[in-house]
T-cell receptor
Framework: EPEVTQTPSHQVTQMGQEVILRCVPI?????FYWYRQILGQKVEFLVSFYNNEISEKSEIFDDQFSVERPDGSNFTLKIRSTKLEDSAMYFC??????????????FGPGTRLTVL | EDKVVQSPLSLVVHEGDTVTLNCSYEVTNFRSLLWYKQEKKAPTFLFMLTSSGIEKKSGRLSSILDKKELFSILNITATQTGDSAIYLCAVERRTGNQFYFGTGTSLTVIP
């Protein structure tokens, strides 16, 4: 069964460093999402992406965050200058449809980011 | 402010019990409500509900949506230890592709 994959599974970085979290969505899916979950807290929406541009972003997704689909398969989340409070599990998700055609999102296994 | 509230926050039951998990929401331009099960890491999809009063079933799990009263319930009958997980409710807005998650209900099923 097709699945969303994410790498790395765990990333440790120093405060102020840049990190790139990678996701490979399900191949025929067109909508991509990033979420984060701080330990013990709820899942929070960060951004959605369609047709090579951001379609929606939350207030968490400030200038230090960016997303990119550098090729036909990868979808990346970059955090430019990490802060301690960026430590969280970051989930990528993809869906076949979106917009007017609400569709199920399939989540990747997550990347645990630890900022020291 | 858009929000999704789940109750109870946690629940401990014995195998074989039936549980009802609640999700209420205040989200503008509602499109759909989704239930997820989160065990160790990533949430896995259970149900998507868009219409009031139509029950969705999958084995021992079922869910229904009330768009007038703005809530949904997730029922699990004859619970098993493998049902132990956090159950997340998320609501999708019609505008954009934004989802709001509740804090989840932590269910523990003891033998």
């Amino acid at each position: 069964e097709p699945e969303v994959t994410q790498t790395p599974s765990h990333q440790v970085t120093q405060m102020g460093q840049e990190v790139i979290l990678r996701c490979v969505p399900i191949s025929n899916h067109l909508y991509f999402y990033w979420y984060r979950q701080i330990l013990g807290q709820k899942v929070e929406f960060l951004v959605s992406f369609y047709n090579n541009e951001i379609s929606e972003k939350s207030e968490i997704f400030d200038d230090q965050f960016s997303v990119e689909r550098p090729d036909g398969s990868n979808f990346t989340l970059k955090i430019r200058s990490t802060k301690l409070e960026d430590s969280a599990m970051y989930f990528c998700a993809s869906s076949e449809g979106g917009g007017y055609a609400s569709d199920t999102q399939y989540f990747g296994p997550g990347t645990r980011l630890t900022v020291l | 402010e858009d929000k999704v509230v789940q109750s109870p926050l946690s629940l401990v039951v014995h195998e074989g019990d039936t549980v009802t998990l609640n999700c209420s929401y205040e989200v503008t331009n509602f499109r759909s409500l989704l239930w997820y099960k989160q065990e160790k890491k990533a949430p896995t999809f259970l149900f998507m509900l868009t219409s009031s009063g139509i029950e969705k079933k999958s084995g021992r799990l079922s869910s229904i949506l009330d768009k007038k009263e703005l809530f949904s319930i997730l029922n699990i009958t004859a619970t098993q230890t493998g049902d132990s997980a956090i159950y997340l409710c998320a609501v999708e807005r019609r505008t954009g592709n934004q989802f709001y998650f509740g804090t989840g209900t932590s269910l523990t099923v003891i033998p």
